[in-house]
C-alpha cells in the first residue's frame, strides 16, 4: 500500500534525525515510484509541479506577515510591560505568580501568536521570578511550557491560519473560534495552579490600588491591541487576512519606535528568522501536497475513511479516537507538519460524522500542540531546559502533571463544539 511506503520511509528517516521535509519528500518519491510514474521521465515534471501547484495560491500570501509580526513583537521588547501587567492584576490572587505565568502566557501570546516564542520571550523572567519567591525551578519551567499553548490556541495564529486555508475554512470563523477554548484553557490552568499551590510556601502578594492597575494599562495597553486590531479588521470585513497582517507588522513598528526599542539589527534579525521559518513552511506545504496527489491517486483518503467505519459509526467513538491519535502523534512530530499532512486525509471523515470543520480545525490545532509539553519531542520543553538551566529529564517529570489539565481541556472542547462556535456563530452568524 502506498501509504505505508510513504509514512513508513517518513518515520524511519525522522528517527535518523533527517529533517521533516527531506524526510516527507524522500517517502512521497518512493510513492511516487510504487504507483508507477517514476518508470518514465515523468516524475522529473509531475513531482516539481505539484510541489509547485501546492504553494502557488494567494491565501498563503498571509503567513508571512502573520509570523513577522510576532518576531516583531518579541524584537521591541514587550515582555517586562506584559510581566509587569499581568502581575499587577493577578499577582494578588492565591499562588499568585503561577497565575501571573498563565496570565502573562495569554497576554504575550495574544501579541505574537506562538508558543516558541512565549516560551523564549518570557520563561527566562517568569522562571527566575517564580523561583525568587519560592516555587522550585522545574515547576516554573513546566507551568512555563503548558502556558504557552494559551497563545496560538486563542489568539490569531499561524496553525489556525494554516488549517483555514487546508481545510478551505473563513480564516475569520477560525480566529474567532479559538476565543472560547483560550478561555477554558486559562481558567483551568489557573484552577490547577490554585488546587497544587499548598504544596508551596510561597507570599502573597497585597492587591493593587486601581490607580497602580490603570498605569500598568496605559504603559502596556497598546501593545495588547495587537490581537484585537487583526480579529476585528477581519471579522468586520475592513481588511482581508493578508491586509491585516500587514496592518499588524506596521502597527509592531510603529509601536516600536514609540517605546524607542526597535533597533535595526532586531529588526534585521526577525526578517531574517521570518524568511527561514516561512520557506520552511511553503516547502513542507508544496511536498505535502505532491504527497497528497499520490495518496488521492491510490484512493487513500477513502481507504482510511472506510476502514475507520468499519471500526465505529458513532461520532463520539470517532472523535475520542481521534484525540488519542493527535495526542500520540503530536509527542512525536511538530504540529504544522502534522496538520498539513493530516488534515486531507481526515476531512472526508470529519464530513461524513457532520463535525463542523471549525470545530475539528480547533480540535487538531490544540491536540497537536499539546506535543510541544510531551516528550520525547517537546519542542518547549527543549526550550525551556536551556533558559532555565535544568535537565530535561526534571523538566520532563514536572510537564506530566500539567498533561491532566491540558487533557481535559482536549476533551471539553471535542464533546462541548458550542464552546468553539459559539462566538464565531453570535458575530458571523451559524
Known amino acids: 500500500m502506498v501509504a505505508l511506503t510513504i509514512f513508513g520511509i517518513f518515520f524511519v528517516l525522522m528517527l535518523l534525525g533527517v529533517p521533516v521535509v527531506v524526510a516527507l519528500a524522500a517517502g512521497t518519491l518512493a510513492g511516487f515510484w510504487q504507483i508507477g510514474l517514476a518508470e518514465s521521465l515523468r516524475i522529473l515534471y509531475t513531482f516539481p509541479l505539484n510541489i509547485l501547484e501546492g504553494v ?79 516555587y522550585p525551578r522545574a515547576f516554573s519551567a513546566a507551568l512555563t511550557c503548558a502556558s504557552s499553548v494559551i497563545g496560538p490556541t486563542m489568539w490569531p495564529s499561524v496553525p489556525l491560519l494554516i488549517y483555514a486555508f487546508s481545510a478551505q475554512v473563513s480564516v475569520e470563523r477560525m480566529f474567532l473560534a479559538g476565543i472560547g477554548p483560550g478561555i477554558v484553557l486559562v481558567v483551568t490552568l489557573m484552577i490547577y495552579n490554585r488546587s497544587v499551590a499548598n504544596r508551596f510556601d510561597v507570599p502573597v502578594m497585597p492587591r493593587p490600588k486601581l490607580a497602580v492597575i490603570g498605569s500598568e494599562l496605559s504603559r502596556s495597553g497598546w501593545a495588547l491591541l495587537a490581537p484585537v486590531i487583526i480579529i476585528g479588521s477581519v471579522t468586520t470585513g475592513v481588511a482581508t487576512p493578508v491586509e491585516a497582517g500587514v496592518i499588524a507588522c506596521t502597527y509592531t513598528l510603529i509601536l516600536g519606535l514609540a517605546y524607542r526599542t526597535l533597533a535595526f539589527s532586531r529588526l534585521r534579525r526577525a526578517v531574517g528568522e521570518t524568511v527561514i521559518l516561512f520557506g520552511s513552511i511553503l516547502m513542507i506545504i508544496g511536498v505535502s501536497h505532491a504527497m497528497g496527489f499520490v495518496l488521492t491517486y491510490d484512493r487513500v483518503p477513502q481507504r482510511v475513511a472506510e476502514a475507520v467505519l468499519t471500526v465505529t459509526e458513532n461520532k463520539h467513538v470517532f472523535l475520542f479516537l481521534v484525540i488519542i491519535f493527535f495526542l500520540l502523534l503530536g509527542m512525536i512530530l511538530e504540529n504544522i507538519p502534522a496538520m498539513i499532512i493530516l488534515i486531507p486525509i481526515m476531512l472526508p471523515l470529519v464530513d461524513h460524522f457532520g463535525i463542523d470543520r471549525v470545530h475539528f480545525g480547533l480540535i487538531m490545532v490544540y491536540g497537536l500542540l499539546i506535543g510541544i509539553v510531551t516528550p520525547p519531542v517537546g519542542v518547549a520543553l527543549f526550550i525551556v531546559t536551556r533558559i532555565a538551566d535544568i535537565s530535561f529529564e526534571r523538566v520532563c517529570w514536572a510537564a506530566l502533571p500539567f498533561l491532566v489539565p491540558l487533557i481535559v481541556v482536549l476533551f471539553i472542547i471535542t464533546y462541548a463544539p458550542g464552546i468553539v462556535l459559539f462566538i464565531p456563530d453570535v458575530l458571523l452568524g451559524g
Open 56 to 134: 502557488n495560491t494567494p491565501a498563503l500570501t498571509a503567513v508571512p506577515f502573520f509570523i513577522l509580526a510576532g518576531h516583531l513583537m518579541s524584537a521591541i521588547g514587550l515582555t517586562d510591560r506584559i510581566f509587569t501587567l499581568a502581575n499587577t492584576l493577578v499577582g494578588h490572587m492565591k499562588a499568585g505568580l503561577a497565575q501571573v505565568n498563565v496570565m502573562t502566557s495569554l497576554l504575550f501570546g495574544g501579541v505574537t501568536g506562538s508558543a516558541i516564542a512565549d516560551v523564549a520571550g518570557i520563561g527566562n523572567l517568569v522562571i527566575a521570578q517564580m523561583e525568587k519567591h519560592g
